[in-house]
């Protein structure tokens, strides 16, 4: 594409553009009203989740301890929630808020050899139990992210965290709902799945946020 016809005129001459059987790509300035909305959706949920702040410092303080003694965290979520995971579990490994100590966490999902075996071997329900079973100790902490708090393979997952000894935490949608109900804490965020999910990385760093000032107390304490 020569610089003269970039950007293209939207959709219809961008190359393996959409057909514009949906709405929202008809004409741009018609759409702006339902973008609009998506952030007043969001805007909704905040307050829920400024009134879970408290919480989730609780979690990151109880994380902190448990990681620094030796645990790790296991995360695991479908689709979106598994990019979730993934993004808690590289902000504990790398760094957040500024230098500290690697700390222990895995995601899951990113195993594709296991979740590629475990699926076409078990089931798709297996995915994340059998890895649960494999790795999780007592003192650990298994953190399920759902929107729907109703996905299979995390509920087995669950399961499996209960049998290992290991500590069973949700974020998820709306409460109530069966993963919420499953784990011995929960956060439930409110909204439709993407306000939903928009909300939970917000948990996720507050969290991660909550871990590093746990972690950075407990190393001035022992200084
Ligand atoms: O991101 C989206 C839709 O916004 C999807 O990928 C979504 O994450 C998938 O449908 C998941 O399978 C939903 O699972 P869950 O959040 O209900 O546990």
Redesign the pocket.
């Known amino acids: 594409m020569s610089a003269s016809t970039f950007p293209p005129a939207f959709p219809e001459t961008f190359p393996g553009a959409m057909p514009t059987t949906s709405p929202l790509l008809t004409r741009p300035g018609e759409v702006s009203g339902e973008l609009g909305a998506h952030v007043d959706r969001l805007a909704a949920a905040l307050p829920v989740l400024r009134a879970a702040a408290p919480t989730l410092g609780n979690w990151g303080t109880d994380l902190a301890g448990r990681l620094l003694a030796g645990s790790r965290l296991l995360a695991a ?5 598994a990019a979730e995971a993934q993004h808690l579990t590289a902000e504990l490994v790398g760094r957040f808020d500024g230098e500290r100590c690697p700390l222990a966490a895995i995601a899951l999902h990113a195993d594709t050899s296991s979740v590629t075996a475990i699926g076409n071997d078990y089931g798709f329900e297996e995915i994340y139990a059998r890895q649960v079973r494999a790795h999780a100790r007592p003192g650990d902490v298994v953190l399920l992210l ?3 708090g ?2 299979q393979n ?1 509920l087995a997952a669950a399961d499996a965290a209960a049998g290992a000894g290991a500590n069973r935490w949700a974020i998820t949608g709306p409460g109530p709902n069966p993963l919420a109900d499953a784990c011995d804490r929960a956060v439930c965020l409110p909204g439709d ?2 306000t939903v ?1 928009e909300c939970h990385l917000a948990a996720v760093h507050m969290l991660c946020r909550a871990v590093d000032a746990a972690v950075a107390a407990t190393v001035d304490s022992a200084a």
């Open positions: 979520g479908n689709g979106g929630s759902s929107t729907s109703r996905s995390l799945t993407a999910q």
